[in-house]
C-alpha cells in the first residue's frame, strides 16, 4: 500500500545533491529549524502538499538516466514510515539513496533502536550528509554541504565498522 508524504517539492533531475543526476525529495516539516537554512520554506509542518510514495516513483520511472535519489527536507526522518517505504522503492528501481538529515549519525542509530522505519532507511542508504546547518561554519567550498560540520558518510561501511566512515572529498 502507498504511503503519504508530506512534501516542500520535488527536483527531478540536480547534479548538486549527490554524485550523479539525482531526483531530490524535499520533504516538508523540520523540527531542527537551523537559523540561515537553505530551504526555510520547509520547516513548517503544515505547508507543503501531500503525495503518495507510488506517485513520486511513477515520476522517478520516466528518467532512465537517474543515478539515485536523494531525500532532503525539511527533515526526512520526521516521517519515517513514508520515507521508508520510498527508499523500498529506490532500492527496486537499483538507484541509489542519499540522505540528508539534521540528526548526526549517532542520533539517527539511537532513533533506529526504537523504529525499524529509520533503521530500514539507514540499512539502505548509501551516503548520509549528518548534522545540523550551522551558519557560522557556512562553507561552499565543500562538495554536497553547507556547514564544515556537516560530514559525508558512508553509511554501510559505517554500520558494517561499528564507526563513522566518511568519504574523502
Not at 520554506?41 to 503525495?51: A, L, M, R, S
Amino acid at each position: 500500500m502507498s504511503e503519504q508524504l508530506k512534501i516542500a517539492g520535488i527536483i527531478r533531475e540536480s547534479i548538486v545533491d549527490g554524485p550523479g543526476i539525482r531526483f531530490v525529495v524535499f520533504t516538508q516539516g523540520c523540527s531542527h529549524r537551523c537559523p540561515g537554512c537553505h530551504n526555510p520554506q520547509t520547516h513548517d509542518p503544515e505547508g507543503g502538499n501531500w503525495i503518495s510514495t507510488d506517485r513520486i516513483l511513477e515520476e522517478i520511472d520516466k528518467n532512465p538516466l537517474l543515478k539515485g535519489v536523494t531525500f532532503s527536507g525539511g527533515e526526512p526522518f520526521e516521517q519515517p514510515r513514508a520515507m521508508a517505504e520510498l527508499a523500498k522503492g529506490v532500492m527496486e528501481r537499483d538507484l541509489d539513496l542519499v540522505t540528508y538529515s539534521g540528526y548526526t549519525f549517532e542520533e539517527l542509530l539511537q532513533m533506529a533502536e526504537e523504529d525499524e522505519d529509520i533503521r530500514y532507511i539507514l540499512e539502505h542508504c548509501r551516503m548520509l550528509i549528518d548534522g545540523r546547518f550551522q551558519l557560522e561554519n557556512k562553507t561552499l567550498a565543500l562538495p554536497f554541504r553547507g556547514s564544515t560540520n556537516q560530514r559525508l558518510i558512508d553509511v554501510q561501511a559505517s554500520l558494517e565498522a561499528g564507526t563513522v566512515i566518511e568519504f574523502e572529498d
